[in-house]
DNA sequence: CAGATAACACCTCTTTCGGGGGAGGAAACA
DNA sequence: TGTTTCCTCCCCCGAAAGAGGTGTTATCTG
């Protein structure tokens, strides 16, 4: 009745991401840096604006090049796989596939593929599930230019490039209580205005189970009330209403 | 104890409403057009990349010009005044000062200021409280760059331009019920996580009472319980969590 | 392998919600 | 002037929610 959804355990993916972390802002220099005199830039937005505005700032840079632009997920997948750019700048929340998966689907073909999400989204767990999913560059769009080029820079240099307010953000995250997947299950449905027995109803588990969960997510997230837990998840990216 | 919070009347206000949306998609001639050669635009928008992107799209046009860059509500409207343009684009949530408090400021200088908002939210109450304030268009940044730039004519030429999509939630929020100001104070503190009791110690009023409005917003929202109408509440605009 | 940890399931008990009303006063509209 | 809307408060009452504690089963950890 119960299935195994998280494969690696909690401590397997810390360590991961430690590993991640740890060449932010060291200068540490690429293993192997592309020879290329331009930095190819991949572009994926679903937004038109936004993406004139990369194309803008990068075309006016000597020694970077768009080498396509994507307005979903999936276009940025295959344009990826057809370009192999030194650089991707990828938004989170897109059309056809989102962001996170994206950037998934293209490190199963290069383990070392150099990405960056931009977007507008702050919360602590939009930022971990990128990072861990596998991005080298966390930043909002409300970033200035010189620190948008100087993170293509240093990601295509080798380097990991996260702002300090997002990395605390993101620390945060890492060291605070993980939900279960059960758990999360319960937020979603919670999230959409079900009582714990209509919940219990979909999960096939008990009213007092549902109760149970409800507890355990109150006090991971320190709330009291179920409201607030769903305005709180909402806040921090955990659940998208 | 209590002040009225809001000096107009509906009636009066969506008659206002009708009246600016009757001129929508109609060609109809615009009663003072400017006779500059070119169509001189103010940017505002928080975001480096998306004021780039507008940027770019309009220097491209030979009968458009930027006038000036705004990076916030206050800045928009600093610069609104000192150079008048023919058309100003502006985003909603902007720091110091949002996009419908700038709307509200320019047209207390220029009844027939003519402003575009571009944004990335399309909740109704959100469109609606644009176009209520004076927006003469209301566009999302995901839009193609013909419309953007038609938009930008039509508007120039006194016409209103809503996309049909927003135009018929806008129409939604309109025909359904209205919040009354007293029930937007309680579904906040809702939202807050806050229960009766709490609130009705915040608001000075008793616990029977605050059910009494909770009972109203449940049954104006068409919602069950306070998680789904904070939910609701929050997709809609009419809060932001 | 023993021991700890965490997820998951279930149980009672008290408090709060939420549905069903009703009612009076103030302000705005006709 | 009457009508409508909003805000305030009240009642009852069943159904949830939220605060306690228990036990089982995996999975790390030492």
Redesign the pocket.
Known sequence: ??T??EA????DRDAALSRKLSGAGTGRASQRAPKKSRISVLIADDHTVVREGLVSLIRRKPDMSVLGEATNGREAVELWKQHRPDVTLLDLRMPELDGVSAIKEIREHDEHARIIVLTTFDGDEDIYRAIQAGAKGYLLKDVPREALMDSIHRVHAGETCVPVHLAAKLAERVSG???????IDVLKLMAQG?????I?AT??????????????I?AKMNV????EAVANATRRGLIQL
Do not use: P, Q, Y
């Open positions: 009745m119960r195994k959804k690696v355990s909690k401590s209580e993980t939900l279960s997947s059960r758990e079900k009582s714990n027995k209509e219990g999960l096939f588990i008990s009213e007092g189970t549902v109760k149970s969960h409800v507890k355990a109150f009291i009330s179920r409201t």
